[in-house]
């Protein structure tokens, strides 16, 4: 089983209401769970955010806490509802109506990798879906949901930065006819998870950078921007995708000759997303 189900980094002192996150850079891999896959450890890791967790976690020098995934996406996914098991893997599991992320095999416990690649044999117990998603998902979104709730007690809002990857080909479709290829893709489930200021300002930190945005295509939020994002009550949440080709090489599943130029880009990038949220704490907060 993997050693933790979230690694959480504070700030010397939180001084902004944002909050990153990183739910799909896990990456430690039992050898107990590689030994019950029919894939090899490169191409297990195809749906993991790589390197996501070394791109944002300047965010604590900038007053904000980065929470970030100890277990890899292909053994549990902390990004879809609790309740998202898939028929097709999870013995004694009823189909229920049409998702279609259980129907392409995408639920809370994947039953493939990208490319709709088999992770398993055959089917998994019951029993060891509900123990990854109590030991695993169950904490991850206990200690998100706190870091949120005390961003809003001390500031009157919370902005969770939802942090993810996308392969390069995602974007081949709405990347015809244009002048610049899209770069970098936000959530904000078309205005439903965050209000139109936070969004253009996440939006214009990544701009200042020199990367090209687009909103909400073909990535507009899934279950943790959506269950997060509550905007009439101060409570924002957007999705960042960032295209990996952009710092890593993604056959290889490793960091490429442009990373650490990039990661130094993104560091300009994570201070504005921080600056966002700067605000004098409220009044209760030093009580």
Not at 253 to 266: D, E, S, Y
Request: net charge positive.
């Amino acid at each position: 089983m993997p050693k933790v189900a979230y690694d959480l980094i504070h700030p010397e002192k939180r001084t902004t209401s944002v909050v990153f996150a990183s739910p799909h850079s896990g990456r430690d891999y039992p050898w107990t769970f590689l030994r019950s896959t029919r894939l090899d450890r490169q191409t297990i890791r195809s749906s993991e955010d790589a390197f996501v967790d070394q791109l944002f976690d300047f965010a604590p020098q900038f007053g904000a806490p980065f929470l970030r995934a100890g277990a890899p996406r292909c053994f549990v996914d902390l990004n879809r509802g609790p309740d998202e098991l898939d028929p097709a893997l999870i013995e004694g599991v009823a189909k229920q109506g049409h998702n279609p992320r259980i129907a392409s095999g995408l639920g809370v416990i994947p039953r493939v990798v990208s490319g709709g690649r088999p992770i398993y044999r055959g089917k998994l117990a019951y029993a060891e879906a509900r123990r990854r998603i109590d030991t695993y998902w169950k904490p991850y979104h206990q200690m998100l949901e706190l870091q949120l709730n005390q961003a809003h007690a001390l500031f009157g809002e919370a902005i969770l930065v939802d942090c993810h990857s996308m392969p390069h080909e995602a974007l081949d479709v709405i990347a015809r006819g244009v002048k610049k290829r899209p770069e970098v893709v936000i959530g904000d489930r078309f205005g439903a998870a965050a209000s139109t200021e936070v969004v253009e300002r996440i939006e214009a930190s990544f701009a200042s950078a020199g990367l090209t945005v687009v909103r909400n295509s073909p990535f507009a939020g899934a279950y943790i921007v959506q269950t997060y994002g509550r905007p009439a009550q101060n409570r924002h949440a957007v999705q960042i995708e960032v295209d990996r080709s952009l710092y890593m090489n993604e056959t290889m599943v490793r960091p490429n000759g442009n990373f650490n130029a990039f990661r130094r880009l993104m560091r300009q990038v994570v201070a504005e997303i921080a600056e966002i949220g700067r605000a004098q704490e409220l009044p209760l907060a030093a009580e």
